[in-house]
């Protein structure tokens, strides 16, 4: 059995934005933790998301693209070294537009070992530390609360 990292979002910007936020390796960089990648929208493409070594990691991140559904459904697989060796996880992204230009983001990440709750707590932090840099890229200043 697994355990996975669940977290809901909402950014106060339209749907195509967002997606294209999660698409596109130059804006990727602005609010990812990674510095570089070579990410591509492409069913089967294999890429990385490079960033700085730190003790026990490489700052690299393996990952192929599992699922394109745009704007709505993002989905790869991530190969890194973690806690217990190497981690393999599926990240999803999953956007929902609602009326009033608000995009609500789901994102999974499916995969890690029970043990590994290191990996897991650095994962939430990691991933909403990321989100709200998101939002604060995408957030026009005149709508931030």
Known sequence: MSETVSLDFEIKSPIERVWHALTDPTTLAKWMFFETNDFQPVVGH??????????????????????????????????????????????????????NGITQIHLEQRGFDREAKQEIDGAKYGWTHQLNQLRDLLTPPDMVQ
Not at 49 to 73: M, N, S
């Open 46 to 99: 294999h890429f990385q998301f490079r960033g700085k070594q730190a003790t026990g990691w490489t700052g690299i991140v393996d990952c192929e693209v599992l699922k394109v559904d745009e704007p709505h459904r993002l989905s790869y697989a991530w190969v890194t070294e973690g806690q217990l060796g190497q981690h393999r996880a599926t990240v999803t992204w999953t956007l929902t537009a609602s009326d």
